[in-house]
């Protein structure tokens, strides 16, 4: 662009609603999860003290909140890792079979549009120890699965509900990258030959690594955030702690245990960890969203 | 097709069916499960296949136990409301701040640029605690301006326009100018319309993202005039005395979920562009 | 009467670069003016200048003597032929034709009487409806010619109009510019690189290089008499043979009768200019100026021979003679050259101005 209006207070005013709204609603919280990570309150409001960075020294000596670590480490890894690999081998079968991709990819997307809650609750039900068809045929099979009590049955459960919604997502994004390599280079490899296994690993999955890198950000993020709605509807953290992820204990710390100084200094925490992953996210787009 | 390899090809259509089962098997269940009667649980599994309960379950939640259906209409609406006042919301004002980002020089652009991005590091599940207490000190708990007001900052839908106008050849402004254009004039008669498609493929993305909220309204809303279909799913599975009525849920669920997937699966192709285009 | 002037009119960004130098021209009413020169040599910001698309830096713009500098481009009452045509492509070719009218308050009647009027000279009737993804190139061209024409403006302004179409339709459409130019009567400022094109529309050429204007003058007399060699080059095709001389005994070496009596007094080296159409072919032993032929072009109405000058060693300059008619020499073979003295054009080596007459 080399042409501008020569407007001087319009564009301000243009501005103006969007900066409102992200200062009220996203600026001043975060300002306040700062300032209160640094005090004490008492859990109906009435006083508070300021305690320094005790709250944060409180948080990095609590094996809860390493337990909540690893659990989103192993949360996130299981869902990125399963969703793209499932994603990946689906999306290379729809290529092989170009004309009916499409028919395809309308019976594959449609997950993306169910709500994570939703999602959590379907699978839920498939896997209720007393009513559910798969814990059942798995009992018969002779493992004893029950949600309610066993943790990492728990933990596999919302893995398997966040990960199905997200690979629609991943599949749409594999199948254009796959579309977009040039059949004149797969057609150079089976020349100089290459078999389809070979081909795929040697030309194919190179090709795609910018797609995989950039989807493994997005699934991470996702898993992060937009999976608090999955493991409330469902486990709610449980049993005991095993499925309470870092985001899902801001929340329960927060609203539930009340100890807002804690669910602060957690907040905090959060904030510096999204800011990193925004950062490599935004080192990748850069070329896109240069300023 | 590079060499003819029938059982390849086979084995390809064998797997994605086999993908489009498994994906498609908890709809499944819960669509059995709707058409059978609520003690039919109790004694074991789901049955695999359709119960005649169908129409007395899907009247009952659509009807309500005492035969008027105000609390599914109230909750279908206030979830209309917000994922339409979401989505509007977050296109008015991206629009308007990626045209005065792109078509105006002034001081402090780049701030505001900075300052619009800085949203995406924000999501509202890590600052959850205090922006609840923002919205409850501006007193919008249990409103409508509270459910949708603080989700319509975007800094995606901001760039995605920013990229689109940036890609307006400044031949079309310079010819509008001299047709006497002015700015607002331009954003109206030439912007909008030129980017229609986007907006449109945008506005499918962000009624899903509407729709599917479950936490913010879950924590603003005490008030059951307020509440959404999505997170009146936690209510259903909290029951005190333990006993789930799971065939409710199942059709609860179900209608909650119908709005978005045929959205999806009607406008296919909007969706896919506004996938493709809010990753840029 | 002048209908625009241009007084020292300048552009320097804020960088520092200066885009155009202080300018002057006073263009008349009904005037075909054509603004040529190579790419980045200023002509399309020096347009955008008076179409008020960039601002002017330095100097006045004056439109039937009314001071403009500070007005917006629609209040100069100019319009704008872009090099992509810029058609708004939502809108059909009736509201592109439209869309200025209707900003300026003019009665809905009155916007489908103009519309149509044009439409019917650029014979665009039919494709009212259409929108502009639907038409082709010629066709988007003549809908943003008539975009222009449809707000009668007192002056209209071309940017490199024609360099999307493909070279059958670009003769075609330059003529029909020219003539609807002549019709309407409307003072014109036109942007080519394309020397052809400057050539056949222009009442007047602005030849500029380098933000600075080279010569302003009707396209005979830029032909005929350029006023620095990179005219003489620029102009004419193929290009003008330039032969570099020192002065010897007051003579430049190269021994041939020039049409100015004393170079000498003037520059100490000279550049010696002759058009490929003014040479002739004269048996070797009438002339010291001989050429060893290294590639012909045969283009049937007439032959084109490259080659290098006789004598010069590995410094020889390239020099073409173009021919009438078809001629066969061998590659490789020498041939005598004459040239007429009225038909040579001497510049100063060092400042490439032209010479004309001792003073």
């Not at chain 1, 600026?27 to 700062?34: C, H, R």
């Not at chain 1, 509900?161 to 997502?169: D, E, P, V």
């Not at chain 3, 008499?225 to 003008?240: D, K, Y």
């Not at chain 3, 049409?259 to 002739?280: N, T, Y």
Request: hydrophobic share 50%.
């Amino acid at each position: 662009m080399s042409v501008y209006f020569p407007q001087k207070w319009l564009p301000y005013g243009l501005l103006l609603p969007q900066l409102l709204v992200t200062a009220v609603f996203f600026l001043w919280p975060a300002g306040q999860a700062v300032e209160q990570a640094f005090y004490q309150e008492d859990a109906f409001g009435l006083s508070r003290d300021f305690v320094g960075l005790d709250n944060f020294i409180a948080l990095f000596q609590s094996a809860e909140y390493f337990a909540a670590l690893g659990t989103t480490l192993v949360f996130s890894v299981s869902v990125a890792g399963l969703g793209l690999v499932l994603a990946l081998l689906l999306a290379v079968m729809a290529d092989r079979v170009l004309r009916a991709a499409m028919v395809y990819q309308t019976l594959l997307i449609w997950p993306y549009a169910v709500a994570p809650a939703l999602a959590g609750v379907l699978w839920w039900v498939l896997f209720d120890p007393s009513i559910g068809p798969l814990a059942l045929a798995l009992q018969t099979l002779g493992v004893d699965w029950n949600h309610y009590l066993n943790g990492d049955q728990a933990m596999l459960l919302v893995v398997i509900a966040a990960t199905w919604k997200q690979i629609s997502y991943n599949f749409l994004f594999f199948l254009a990258g796959l579309q977009a390599i040039p059949r004149s280079l797969i057609e150079a490899a089976a020349i100089d030959g290459a078999g389809p296994a070979k081909r795929f690993f040697d030309i194919v999955l190179p090709l795609l690594s910018p797609t995989t890198f950039f989807l493994l950000v997005v699934n991470v993020v996702y898993a992060f955030f937009d999976t608090f709605a999955v493991i409330d509807a469902t486990t709610q953290g449980g049993p005991g702690q095993s499925t309470t992820t870092m985001v899902y204990k801001v929340y329960k710390d927060g609203f539930v245990g009340l100890d807002l100084g804690s669910s602060a200094a957690q907040s905090v925490v959060l904030m510096v960890v999204v800011g990193l992953m925004t950062i490599i996210q935004f080192r990748y787009i850069e070329r896109k969203v240069q300023y | 097709m590079i060499e003819h390899r029938p059982g390849l090809t086979f084995v390809s259509h064998l797997i994605l069916w086999l993908g489009i089962v498994v994906v498609a098997l908890p709809v499944w269940v819960a669509l059995v499960a709707s058409t059978h009667p609520a003690n039919a649980f109790a004694a074991g599994a789901v049955p695999l296949w359709f119960g005649d309960q169908a129409l007395a379950n899907w009247q009952q939640v659509l009807l309500g136990k005492d035969g008027d259906m105000s609390q599914l209409l109230r909750m279908t609406l206030n979830s209309l409301v917000m994922a339409l006042g979401i989505t509007f919301g977050k296109i008015a004002i991206s629009l308007l701040s990626a045209y005065a980002i792109v078509f105006f020089r002034f001081p402090f652009r780049g701030a505001a640029f900075w300052m619009i991005f800085f949203t995406l590091m924000l999501p509202v599940e890590v600052r959850i605690v205090p922006t609840y207490q923002v919205v409850a000190n501006l007193d919008l708990l249990n409103s409508y301006t509270g459910l949708t007001l603080p989700l319509i900052a975007s800094a995606t839908a901001t760039f995605l326009f920013r990229q689109c106008f940036m890609s307006i050849p400044s031949e079309l402004v310079e010819a509008a100018r001299i047709d006497g254009a002015g700015p607002l004039r331009f954003f109206c008669d030439i912007l909008l319309p030129m980017s229609r498609t986007q907006i449109a493929a945008l506005f499918v993305i962000l009624f899903i993202y509407g729709w599917n909220q479950y936490l913010w309204p879950l924590i603003v809303t005490t008030d059951d005039a307020y509440y959404t279909l999505v997170m009146s799913i936690k209510r259903l599975l909290s029951v005190d005395n333990g006993e789930i009525e799971w065939n409710q849920v199942m059709v609860t669920t179900l209608l909650a979920m119908l709005p978005p997937v045929l959205v999806v699966i009607s406008m296919q192709k909007l969706f896919v562009k506004g996938l493709v285009d809010a990753e840029k | 009467m002048s209908e625009v002037i241009l007084k020292q009119m300048g552009k320097t960004y804020p960088n520092g670069h200066t885009a155009v130098a202080s300018l002057d021209l006073e263009i008349a009413a009904g005037e075909f003016i054509v603004l040529v020169g190579p790419s980045g040599c200023g002509k399309s910001t020096l347009l955008r200048m008076v179409a008020g698309l960039e601002s002017i830096s330095t100097g006045e713009l004056l439109i039937q003597d009314e001071r403009v500098n500070d007005k917006e481009p629609a209040q100069r009452d100019i319009a704008m032929v872009f090099q992509n045509y810029a058609l708004y492509p939502h809108m059909s070719v009736y509201d592109n034709m439209a869309y200025g009218l209707k900003n300026r308050g003019i009665a809905k009647a009155q916007i489908t009487e103009q519309v149509q009027a044009v439409a019917k000279m650029l014979e665009l009737e039919a494709l009212l409806q259409r929108k502009p993804k639907q038409l082709s190139g010629g066709q988007r061209q003549r809908v943003a010619m008539g975009r222009a024409m449809v707000r009668d403006p007192k002056v209209f302004l071309f940017d490199e109009p024609l360099s999307n179409l493909d070279a059958k339709l670009r003769v075609q459409m330059r003529v029909e510019i020219r003539a609807l130019q002549r019709k309407l009567g409307t003072t014109t400022l036109y942007v080519t690189h394309d020397q052809v094109e400057a050539m056949t529309l222009a009442d007047r050429l602005v030849v500029l290089n380098q933000g600075h204007v080279e010569q302003i003058g009707t396209p005979m007399e830029v032909y005929e008499r350029p006023a620095s060699t990179f005219v003489a080059q620029f102009i004419g095709s193929p290009a003008m043979n330039l032969i570099p001389s020192k002065m010897v005994d007051g003579k430049p070496a190269l021994d041939v009768d020039i049409p100015v009596a004393c170079p000498h007094l003037l520059a100490s080296s000279v550049l010696l200019g002759v058009r490929p159409e003014h040479v002739d072919i004269v048996p070797l032993s009438e002339t010291a100026l001989q050429l060893q032929v290294l590639a012909i072009e045969a283009l049937g109405a007439e032959t084109l021979l490259h080659g290098t000058l006789e004598g010069w060693g590995d410094t020889a300059p390239t020099f073409v003679v173009r021919l009438a008619g078809q001629h066969q020499p061998a590659l490789g073979e020498r041939i005598g050259l004459r040239v007429s003295p009225e038909a040579w054009h001497v510049f100063d080596g060092d400042t490439q101005k032209r010479i004309t007459q001792c003073n």
